[in-house]
């Protein structure tokens, strides 16, 4: 994944293998969680999926939401509001070092006309690109792909997994995209052609078949009933993009959860060698504490896989044992409480170890 540039006057931000974050308490925070637990946000996390020459931004919310396409006289930017929510957003800019359509995602918190909170989420292009908003509970996609002519207008309806999309004007195919003949003349041949353009699946290629058989005349019972089953095979490609893309986005976030595991592991590891220190200071150990309390904001923040959830809940449990630990040293005898700390935070450690085998277990669902 591309790296980020750091925007001054708005969060620091980082990317990771897998995607883009946007991080609160420590600048090092790697994808999702979006803010750490001091800093509440609608907005989780914001990734970045590329499959072919089609890339999606992917806007992880912390409840299912709704999702709503805004005009802007800016050709180059695609805006959707999504709201209402019922935590107001972080404000925060996002730019990828290396995208070849993406060249900028801006979080904004807004409030509508009724007084309700909501994200506004801004996306400056590279280039000329057509754009549609996909929403699958919690997430919203914004899915975008290279025009190969004049773009249509960039704020297109929001799908659904169960709505088919409306059919857009015809466009030259793309480079990748099976090529429709002509013109058709048989019926059996364009729902062959829509047979396999859902198994691949190509929901755009599907519009742009359903658009052109729409146009063409013909008895119109029977072209009737030859754009319902067109319909069926063009939902059927909408679930199947979804399944891949729902695949893809929790590859990535269980990479991201894994960083953050190793990420805790080594900073343990340093505070544990400075607890050995036998001329600690209590000045020492309240910086140690300011760190466990980072360290635990971090993994509470952090969206466990399933099948690392039980392991999740321990080594949390675990890591708030520590800032306890720690938060009795600052005012007691630093040294006296140096080994209870330490014992702490090797169980903290043991429990983040554990959290790192679950998480990688192939075998666990």
Not at 93 to 103: E, G, N, Q, W
Not at 214 to 225: E, H, S, Y
Not at 299 to 317: D, E, F, I
Request: aromatic letters at 2%.
């Amino acid at each position: 994944m591309p790296g980020f540039t750091t925007v001054r006057g708005r969060r620091r931000l980082r990317a990771c293998r897998g995607g883009w974050t946007l991080a609160a308490l420590v600048a090092a925070i790697c994808i999702a969680p979006a803010m750490a637990a001091s800093s509440p946000s609608a907005v989780q996390g914001v990734h970045l999926l590329p499959a072919g020459n089609r890339v999606s931004v992917v806007v992880q919310l912390d409840r299912t939401v709704a999702a709503t396409p805004v005009s802007v006289s800016d050709k180059d930017a695609f805006v959707v509001d999504i709201g209402p929510v019922q935590t107001a957003a972080v404000a925060a800019v996002l730019r990828p070092s290396t995208s070849r359509l993406v060249r900028e995602v801006r979080i904004d918190p807004l409030t509508n006309a009724a007084h309700q909170s909501i994200v506004r989420v801004r996306v400056k292009l590279q280039t000329r690109a057509a754009g549609s908003v996909r929403v699958a509970d919690a997430r919203v996609y914004l899915d975008f792909s290279p025009a190969t002519q004049p773009a249509p207008p960039m704020n297109a309806a929001v799908a659904s997994a169960n709505t088919p999309l409306p059919a857009p004007a015809e466009k030259a195919p793309r480079s990748g995209t099976p090529q429709l003949p002509g013109s058709v003349d048989v019926p059996t041949t364009v729902l062959d052609q829509a047979r396999v353009l859902a198994n691949v699946p190509d929901v755009k290629a599907l519009v742009d078949l359903r658009a052109k058989a729409a146009r063409r005349a013909g008895d119109p019972a029977r072209l009737k009933q030859e754009l319902a089953q067109i319909d069926e095979y063009l939902a059927e490609a909408q679930r199947l993009q979804l399944e891949k893309d729902a695949r893809l986005f929790r590859a990535h976030q269980h990479e991201d959860y894994l960083a953050v595991l190793r990420r805790a592991a080594a900073d343990l590891d340093e505070i544990g060698g400075m607890l050995k220190s036998t001329t600690l200071t209590a000045g020492e150990l309240s910086g140690i504490r300011a760190k466990a309390v980072q360290i635990t904001s971090r993994l509470h923040a952090a969206p466990a896989p399933s099948q690392a959830g039980q392991q999740h809940t321990a080594l949390c449990a675990a890591a708030d044992e520590t800032v306890s630990a720690l938060a009795a040293g600052v005012t007691a005898d630093p040294r006296g409480i140096a080994s209870t700390a330490l014992a702490s935070i090797e169980r903290t450690r043991a429990a983040v170890t554990a959290g790192i085998a679950a998480a990688s277990d192939p075998h666990s669902n």
